[in-house]
């Protein structure tokens, strides 16, 4: 029988690797594209609440030069895909309280991702939550986008990072049933 020389691991072991082997990895690099994104959304509020820009104009960092990233519902809805199939990808790497608070994450970023879906189709469409005359999430029918799209980014970083932390320092219990190596050392 051959063996297997790829340097990657076949499809369904890179699932696993990725929540034993390689799960500090995945979640530094997960963590790194969340940040970013979410580093976007609090630039956005900085150039409307502290600077004083016109909606139109707050584009975060990225818009600036790239202005359609703003405007493009693919591109937003792309993400919340990427933030969710990141969250069900890790998620099978915690275990105990870590487990609860991913997992309330990813509840959180289920409804966020059907708002994007929502809003996808809409801009597809053309035809608007409610007559609108602009793509509208249901929630953004009580709350502007702007201010909604930083809270859904908030609650969904919030328990992701509880969740980080509580894996990283396990309790005894939690440490026996961990596969994976995040743990800092015991105390």
């Keep these: 029988m051959a063996s297997h020389s790829s340097a990657l ?4 072991d890179l699932l696993t690797s990725l929540n034993t082997d390689y799960h500090r990895a995945g979640l530094n ?4 594209i969340v940040l970013a994104h979410w580093a976007e ?21 990225l818009g600036r030069p790239f202005p359609w990233l703003v405007t493009s519902e693919w591109m937003h809805y792309g993400y919340a895909l990427v933030m969710l199939v990141g969250l069900i990808v890790l998620r099978k790497g915690f275990t ?14 289920v409804w966020h991702h059907l708002e994007h879906l929502l809003l996808l189709l809409q801009a597809l469409t053309g035809y608007h939550l409610l007559g609108r005359p602009v793509p509208t999430s249901v929630i953004q029918l009580l709350v502007p986008r702007v201010e909604l799209h930083l809270f859904y980014n908030a609650i969904v970083f919030a328990p992701m990072v509880v969740a ?24």
Excluded at 9 to 12: H, K, L, N, V, Y
Excluded at 41 to 61: K, N, S, T
């Design 41 to 61: 959304h609090v630039a956005q509020a900085i150039q409307i609440y502290a600077l004083g820009w016109p909606v139109p104009e707050a584009r975060g960092v």
């Design 96 to 109: 105990g309280r870590s487990r609860t608070w991913w997992n309330i994450s990813l509840g959180i970023q």
């Design 164 to 187: 980080m932390w509580l894996h990283r320092r396990p309790t005894p219990t939690e440490r026996a049933s961990m596969n994976c190596r995040c743990a800092t050392a015991a105390a």
């Design 29 to 32: 690099v997960f963590l790194v």
């Design 9 to 12: 691991p076949p499809r369904a």
